[in-house]
Nanobody
Framework: QLQLVESGGGLVQPGGSLRLSCAAS????????IGWFRQAPGKEREGVSC????????NYSDSVKGRFTISRDNAKNTAYLQMNSLKPEDTGVYYC???????????????????WGQGTQVTVSS
């Protein structure tokens, strides 16, 4: 069974940090681009970051650039999202997603991602 499971969410004060993990099972994530997305209450889901198959290329939305870092360890079938300098507007449910791709050195947040995790809540509040 192909599955993605996120973890690491929680409540953090503004300016704080969290590290989200996305564990893949049932498939070799090295053949997949990975994306992180989030959905705030009352808003549409938005792309936050993505990583190419081997992690050599990463992209970020303007709202998180310079604060968030995506990484992956294909040997562990796990991707990460390090989130620093968190702001209240970063609050939402964070999802990781994967899409099978033959492209190397490319990731696009607007691709159609086939596999999705269940999400993990991130709340930034004092």
């Amino acid at each position: 069974q192909l599955q993605l499971v996120e973890s690491g969410g929680g409540l953090v004060q503004p300016g704080g940090s969290l590290r989200l993990s996305c564990a893949a099972s049932g498939f070799d994530s090295g053949y997949y681009a990975i994306g992180w997305f989030r959905q705030a209450p009352g808003k549409e889901r938005e792309g936050v970051s993505c990583s190419s198959r081997r992690g050599e290329v990463t992209n970020y939305s303007d709202s998180v650039k310079g604060r968030f870092t995506i990484s992956r360890d294909n040997a562990k079938n796990t991707a990460y999202l390090q989130m620093n300098s968190l702001k209240p507007e970063d609050t939402g449910v964070y999802y990781c997603a994967a899409t099978l791709t033959t492209a190397r050195g490319v990731c696009v947040m607007t691709w159609t991602y086939d596999l999705w995790g269940q999400g993990t809540q991130v709340t930034v509040s004092s």
